[in-house]
């Protein structure tokens, strides 16, 4: 009888899979499948299978079937200069359904325009942001916290979805899980901010290997690169990867990036210019929206940031 799973890591030439729960039922360990030769596959080419991969598994216990994926979050090859090539990235993991952008309120400080530039990476690859505001317990003083409060309020407004939490005292631990449960996500965020904190708050013993380059199989750089997923016992999973920082961005385009930022949409189409930049042009509504305050000021110049350094061809980074 064949039975679906999902991919939570590949190993040479089979994966380990976590085959669905009959309703129920628990989650089962995970089994160890081999790809059954002439594996039938919904992407073009050779079977070539990344963590997050939909299944059906024979019943040998060996792949028979992948089914056609839902998304893909991708990463340039680091040796792939000509950037935007289809043929140069690598799928880090597929079927990922959320991106949980987990900063601190304090050490390290938060800056909005790494988060800003995380949100254009989200929409980009059409995951769902979550936007985790950590470390709450560190700003007490209650000027501080209204002023935290009013800046998460910016994002809140866009639409976004976002949490206060603290890993040390549990706020927002509940809301976080509820948020995890049944879907994939993707944890980003700088080294400190406490992803591994909130995940172990979340489930005790969760661990990822975010930052930690790994390179114990000695196969180079792809078996560094090649991500994992953690599986949860409520359901869902927490896509491990190692470098997750750098993903995703490179592509954006300068003129795709007004579609990135939400907020601008209510004033989209009225410009004075059509192929306004929203950067310098007279009669430009962005930029009045953003001086009247109906788009944040921030958030505007995290747009203008963003559109400079894709105009100079930067490397991707969060800086
Ligand atoms: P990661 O690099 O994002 O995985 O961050 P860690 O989870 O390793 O946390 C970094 C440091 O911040 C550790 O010393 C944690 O104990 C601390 N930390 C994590 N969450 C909190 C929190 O909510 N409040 C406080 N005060 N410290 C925290
Ligand atoms: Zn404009």
Redesign the pocket.
Known sequence: MEREGTVIRVEGASCLVQLDAPPGEGAAPPLRCPIRRGARSAEQGPVRLAAGDRVRVDGDGAIAEVLARRSKLVRRRPEAHDRGSRAREDVVAANVDQLAI?V?AR?PAWEPRFVDRLLVAAEKGALAPLLVL?????VREPAARAALERDVEIYRKVGYATLL?????G?GVGALALALRGRTTV?A????????????AVEPGLR?R??EVSATSGKGKHTTSAASLLPLAAGGFVVDTPGVREFGFYDVHEQELPFLFPDFAPFRGRCRYPDCSHTHEPGCAVRAAAAAGEIAPARYASYVRIRESIAAGAAPDHS
Do not use: H, I, M, Y
């Open positions: 987990v601190a050490d950590n470390k709450v317990d560190l939490a603290s890993a040390r005292e706020d944890f965020g700088p080294s400190g901010a406490g992803k591994s904190s909130l995940l172990n990822l975010t930052g």
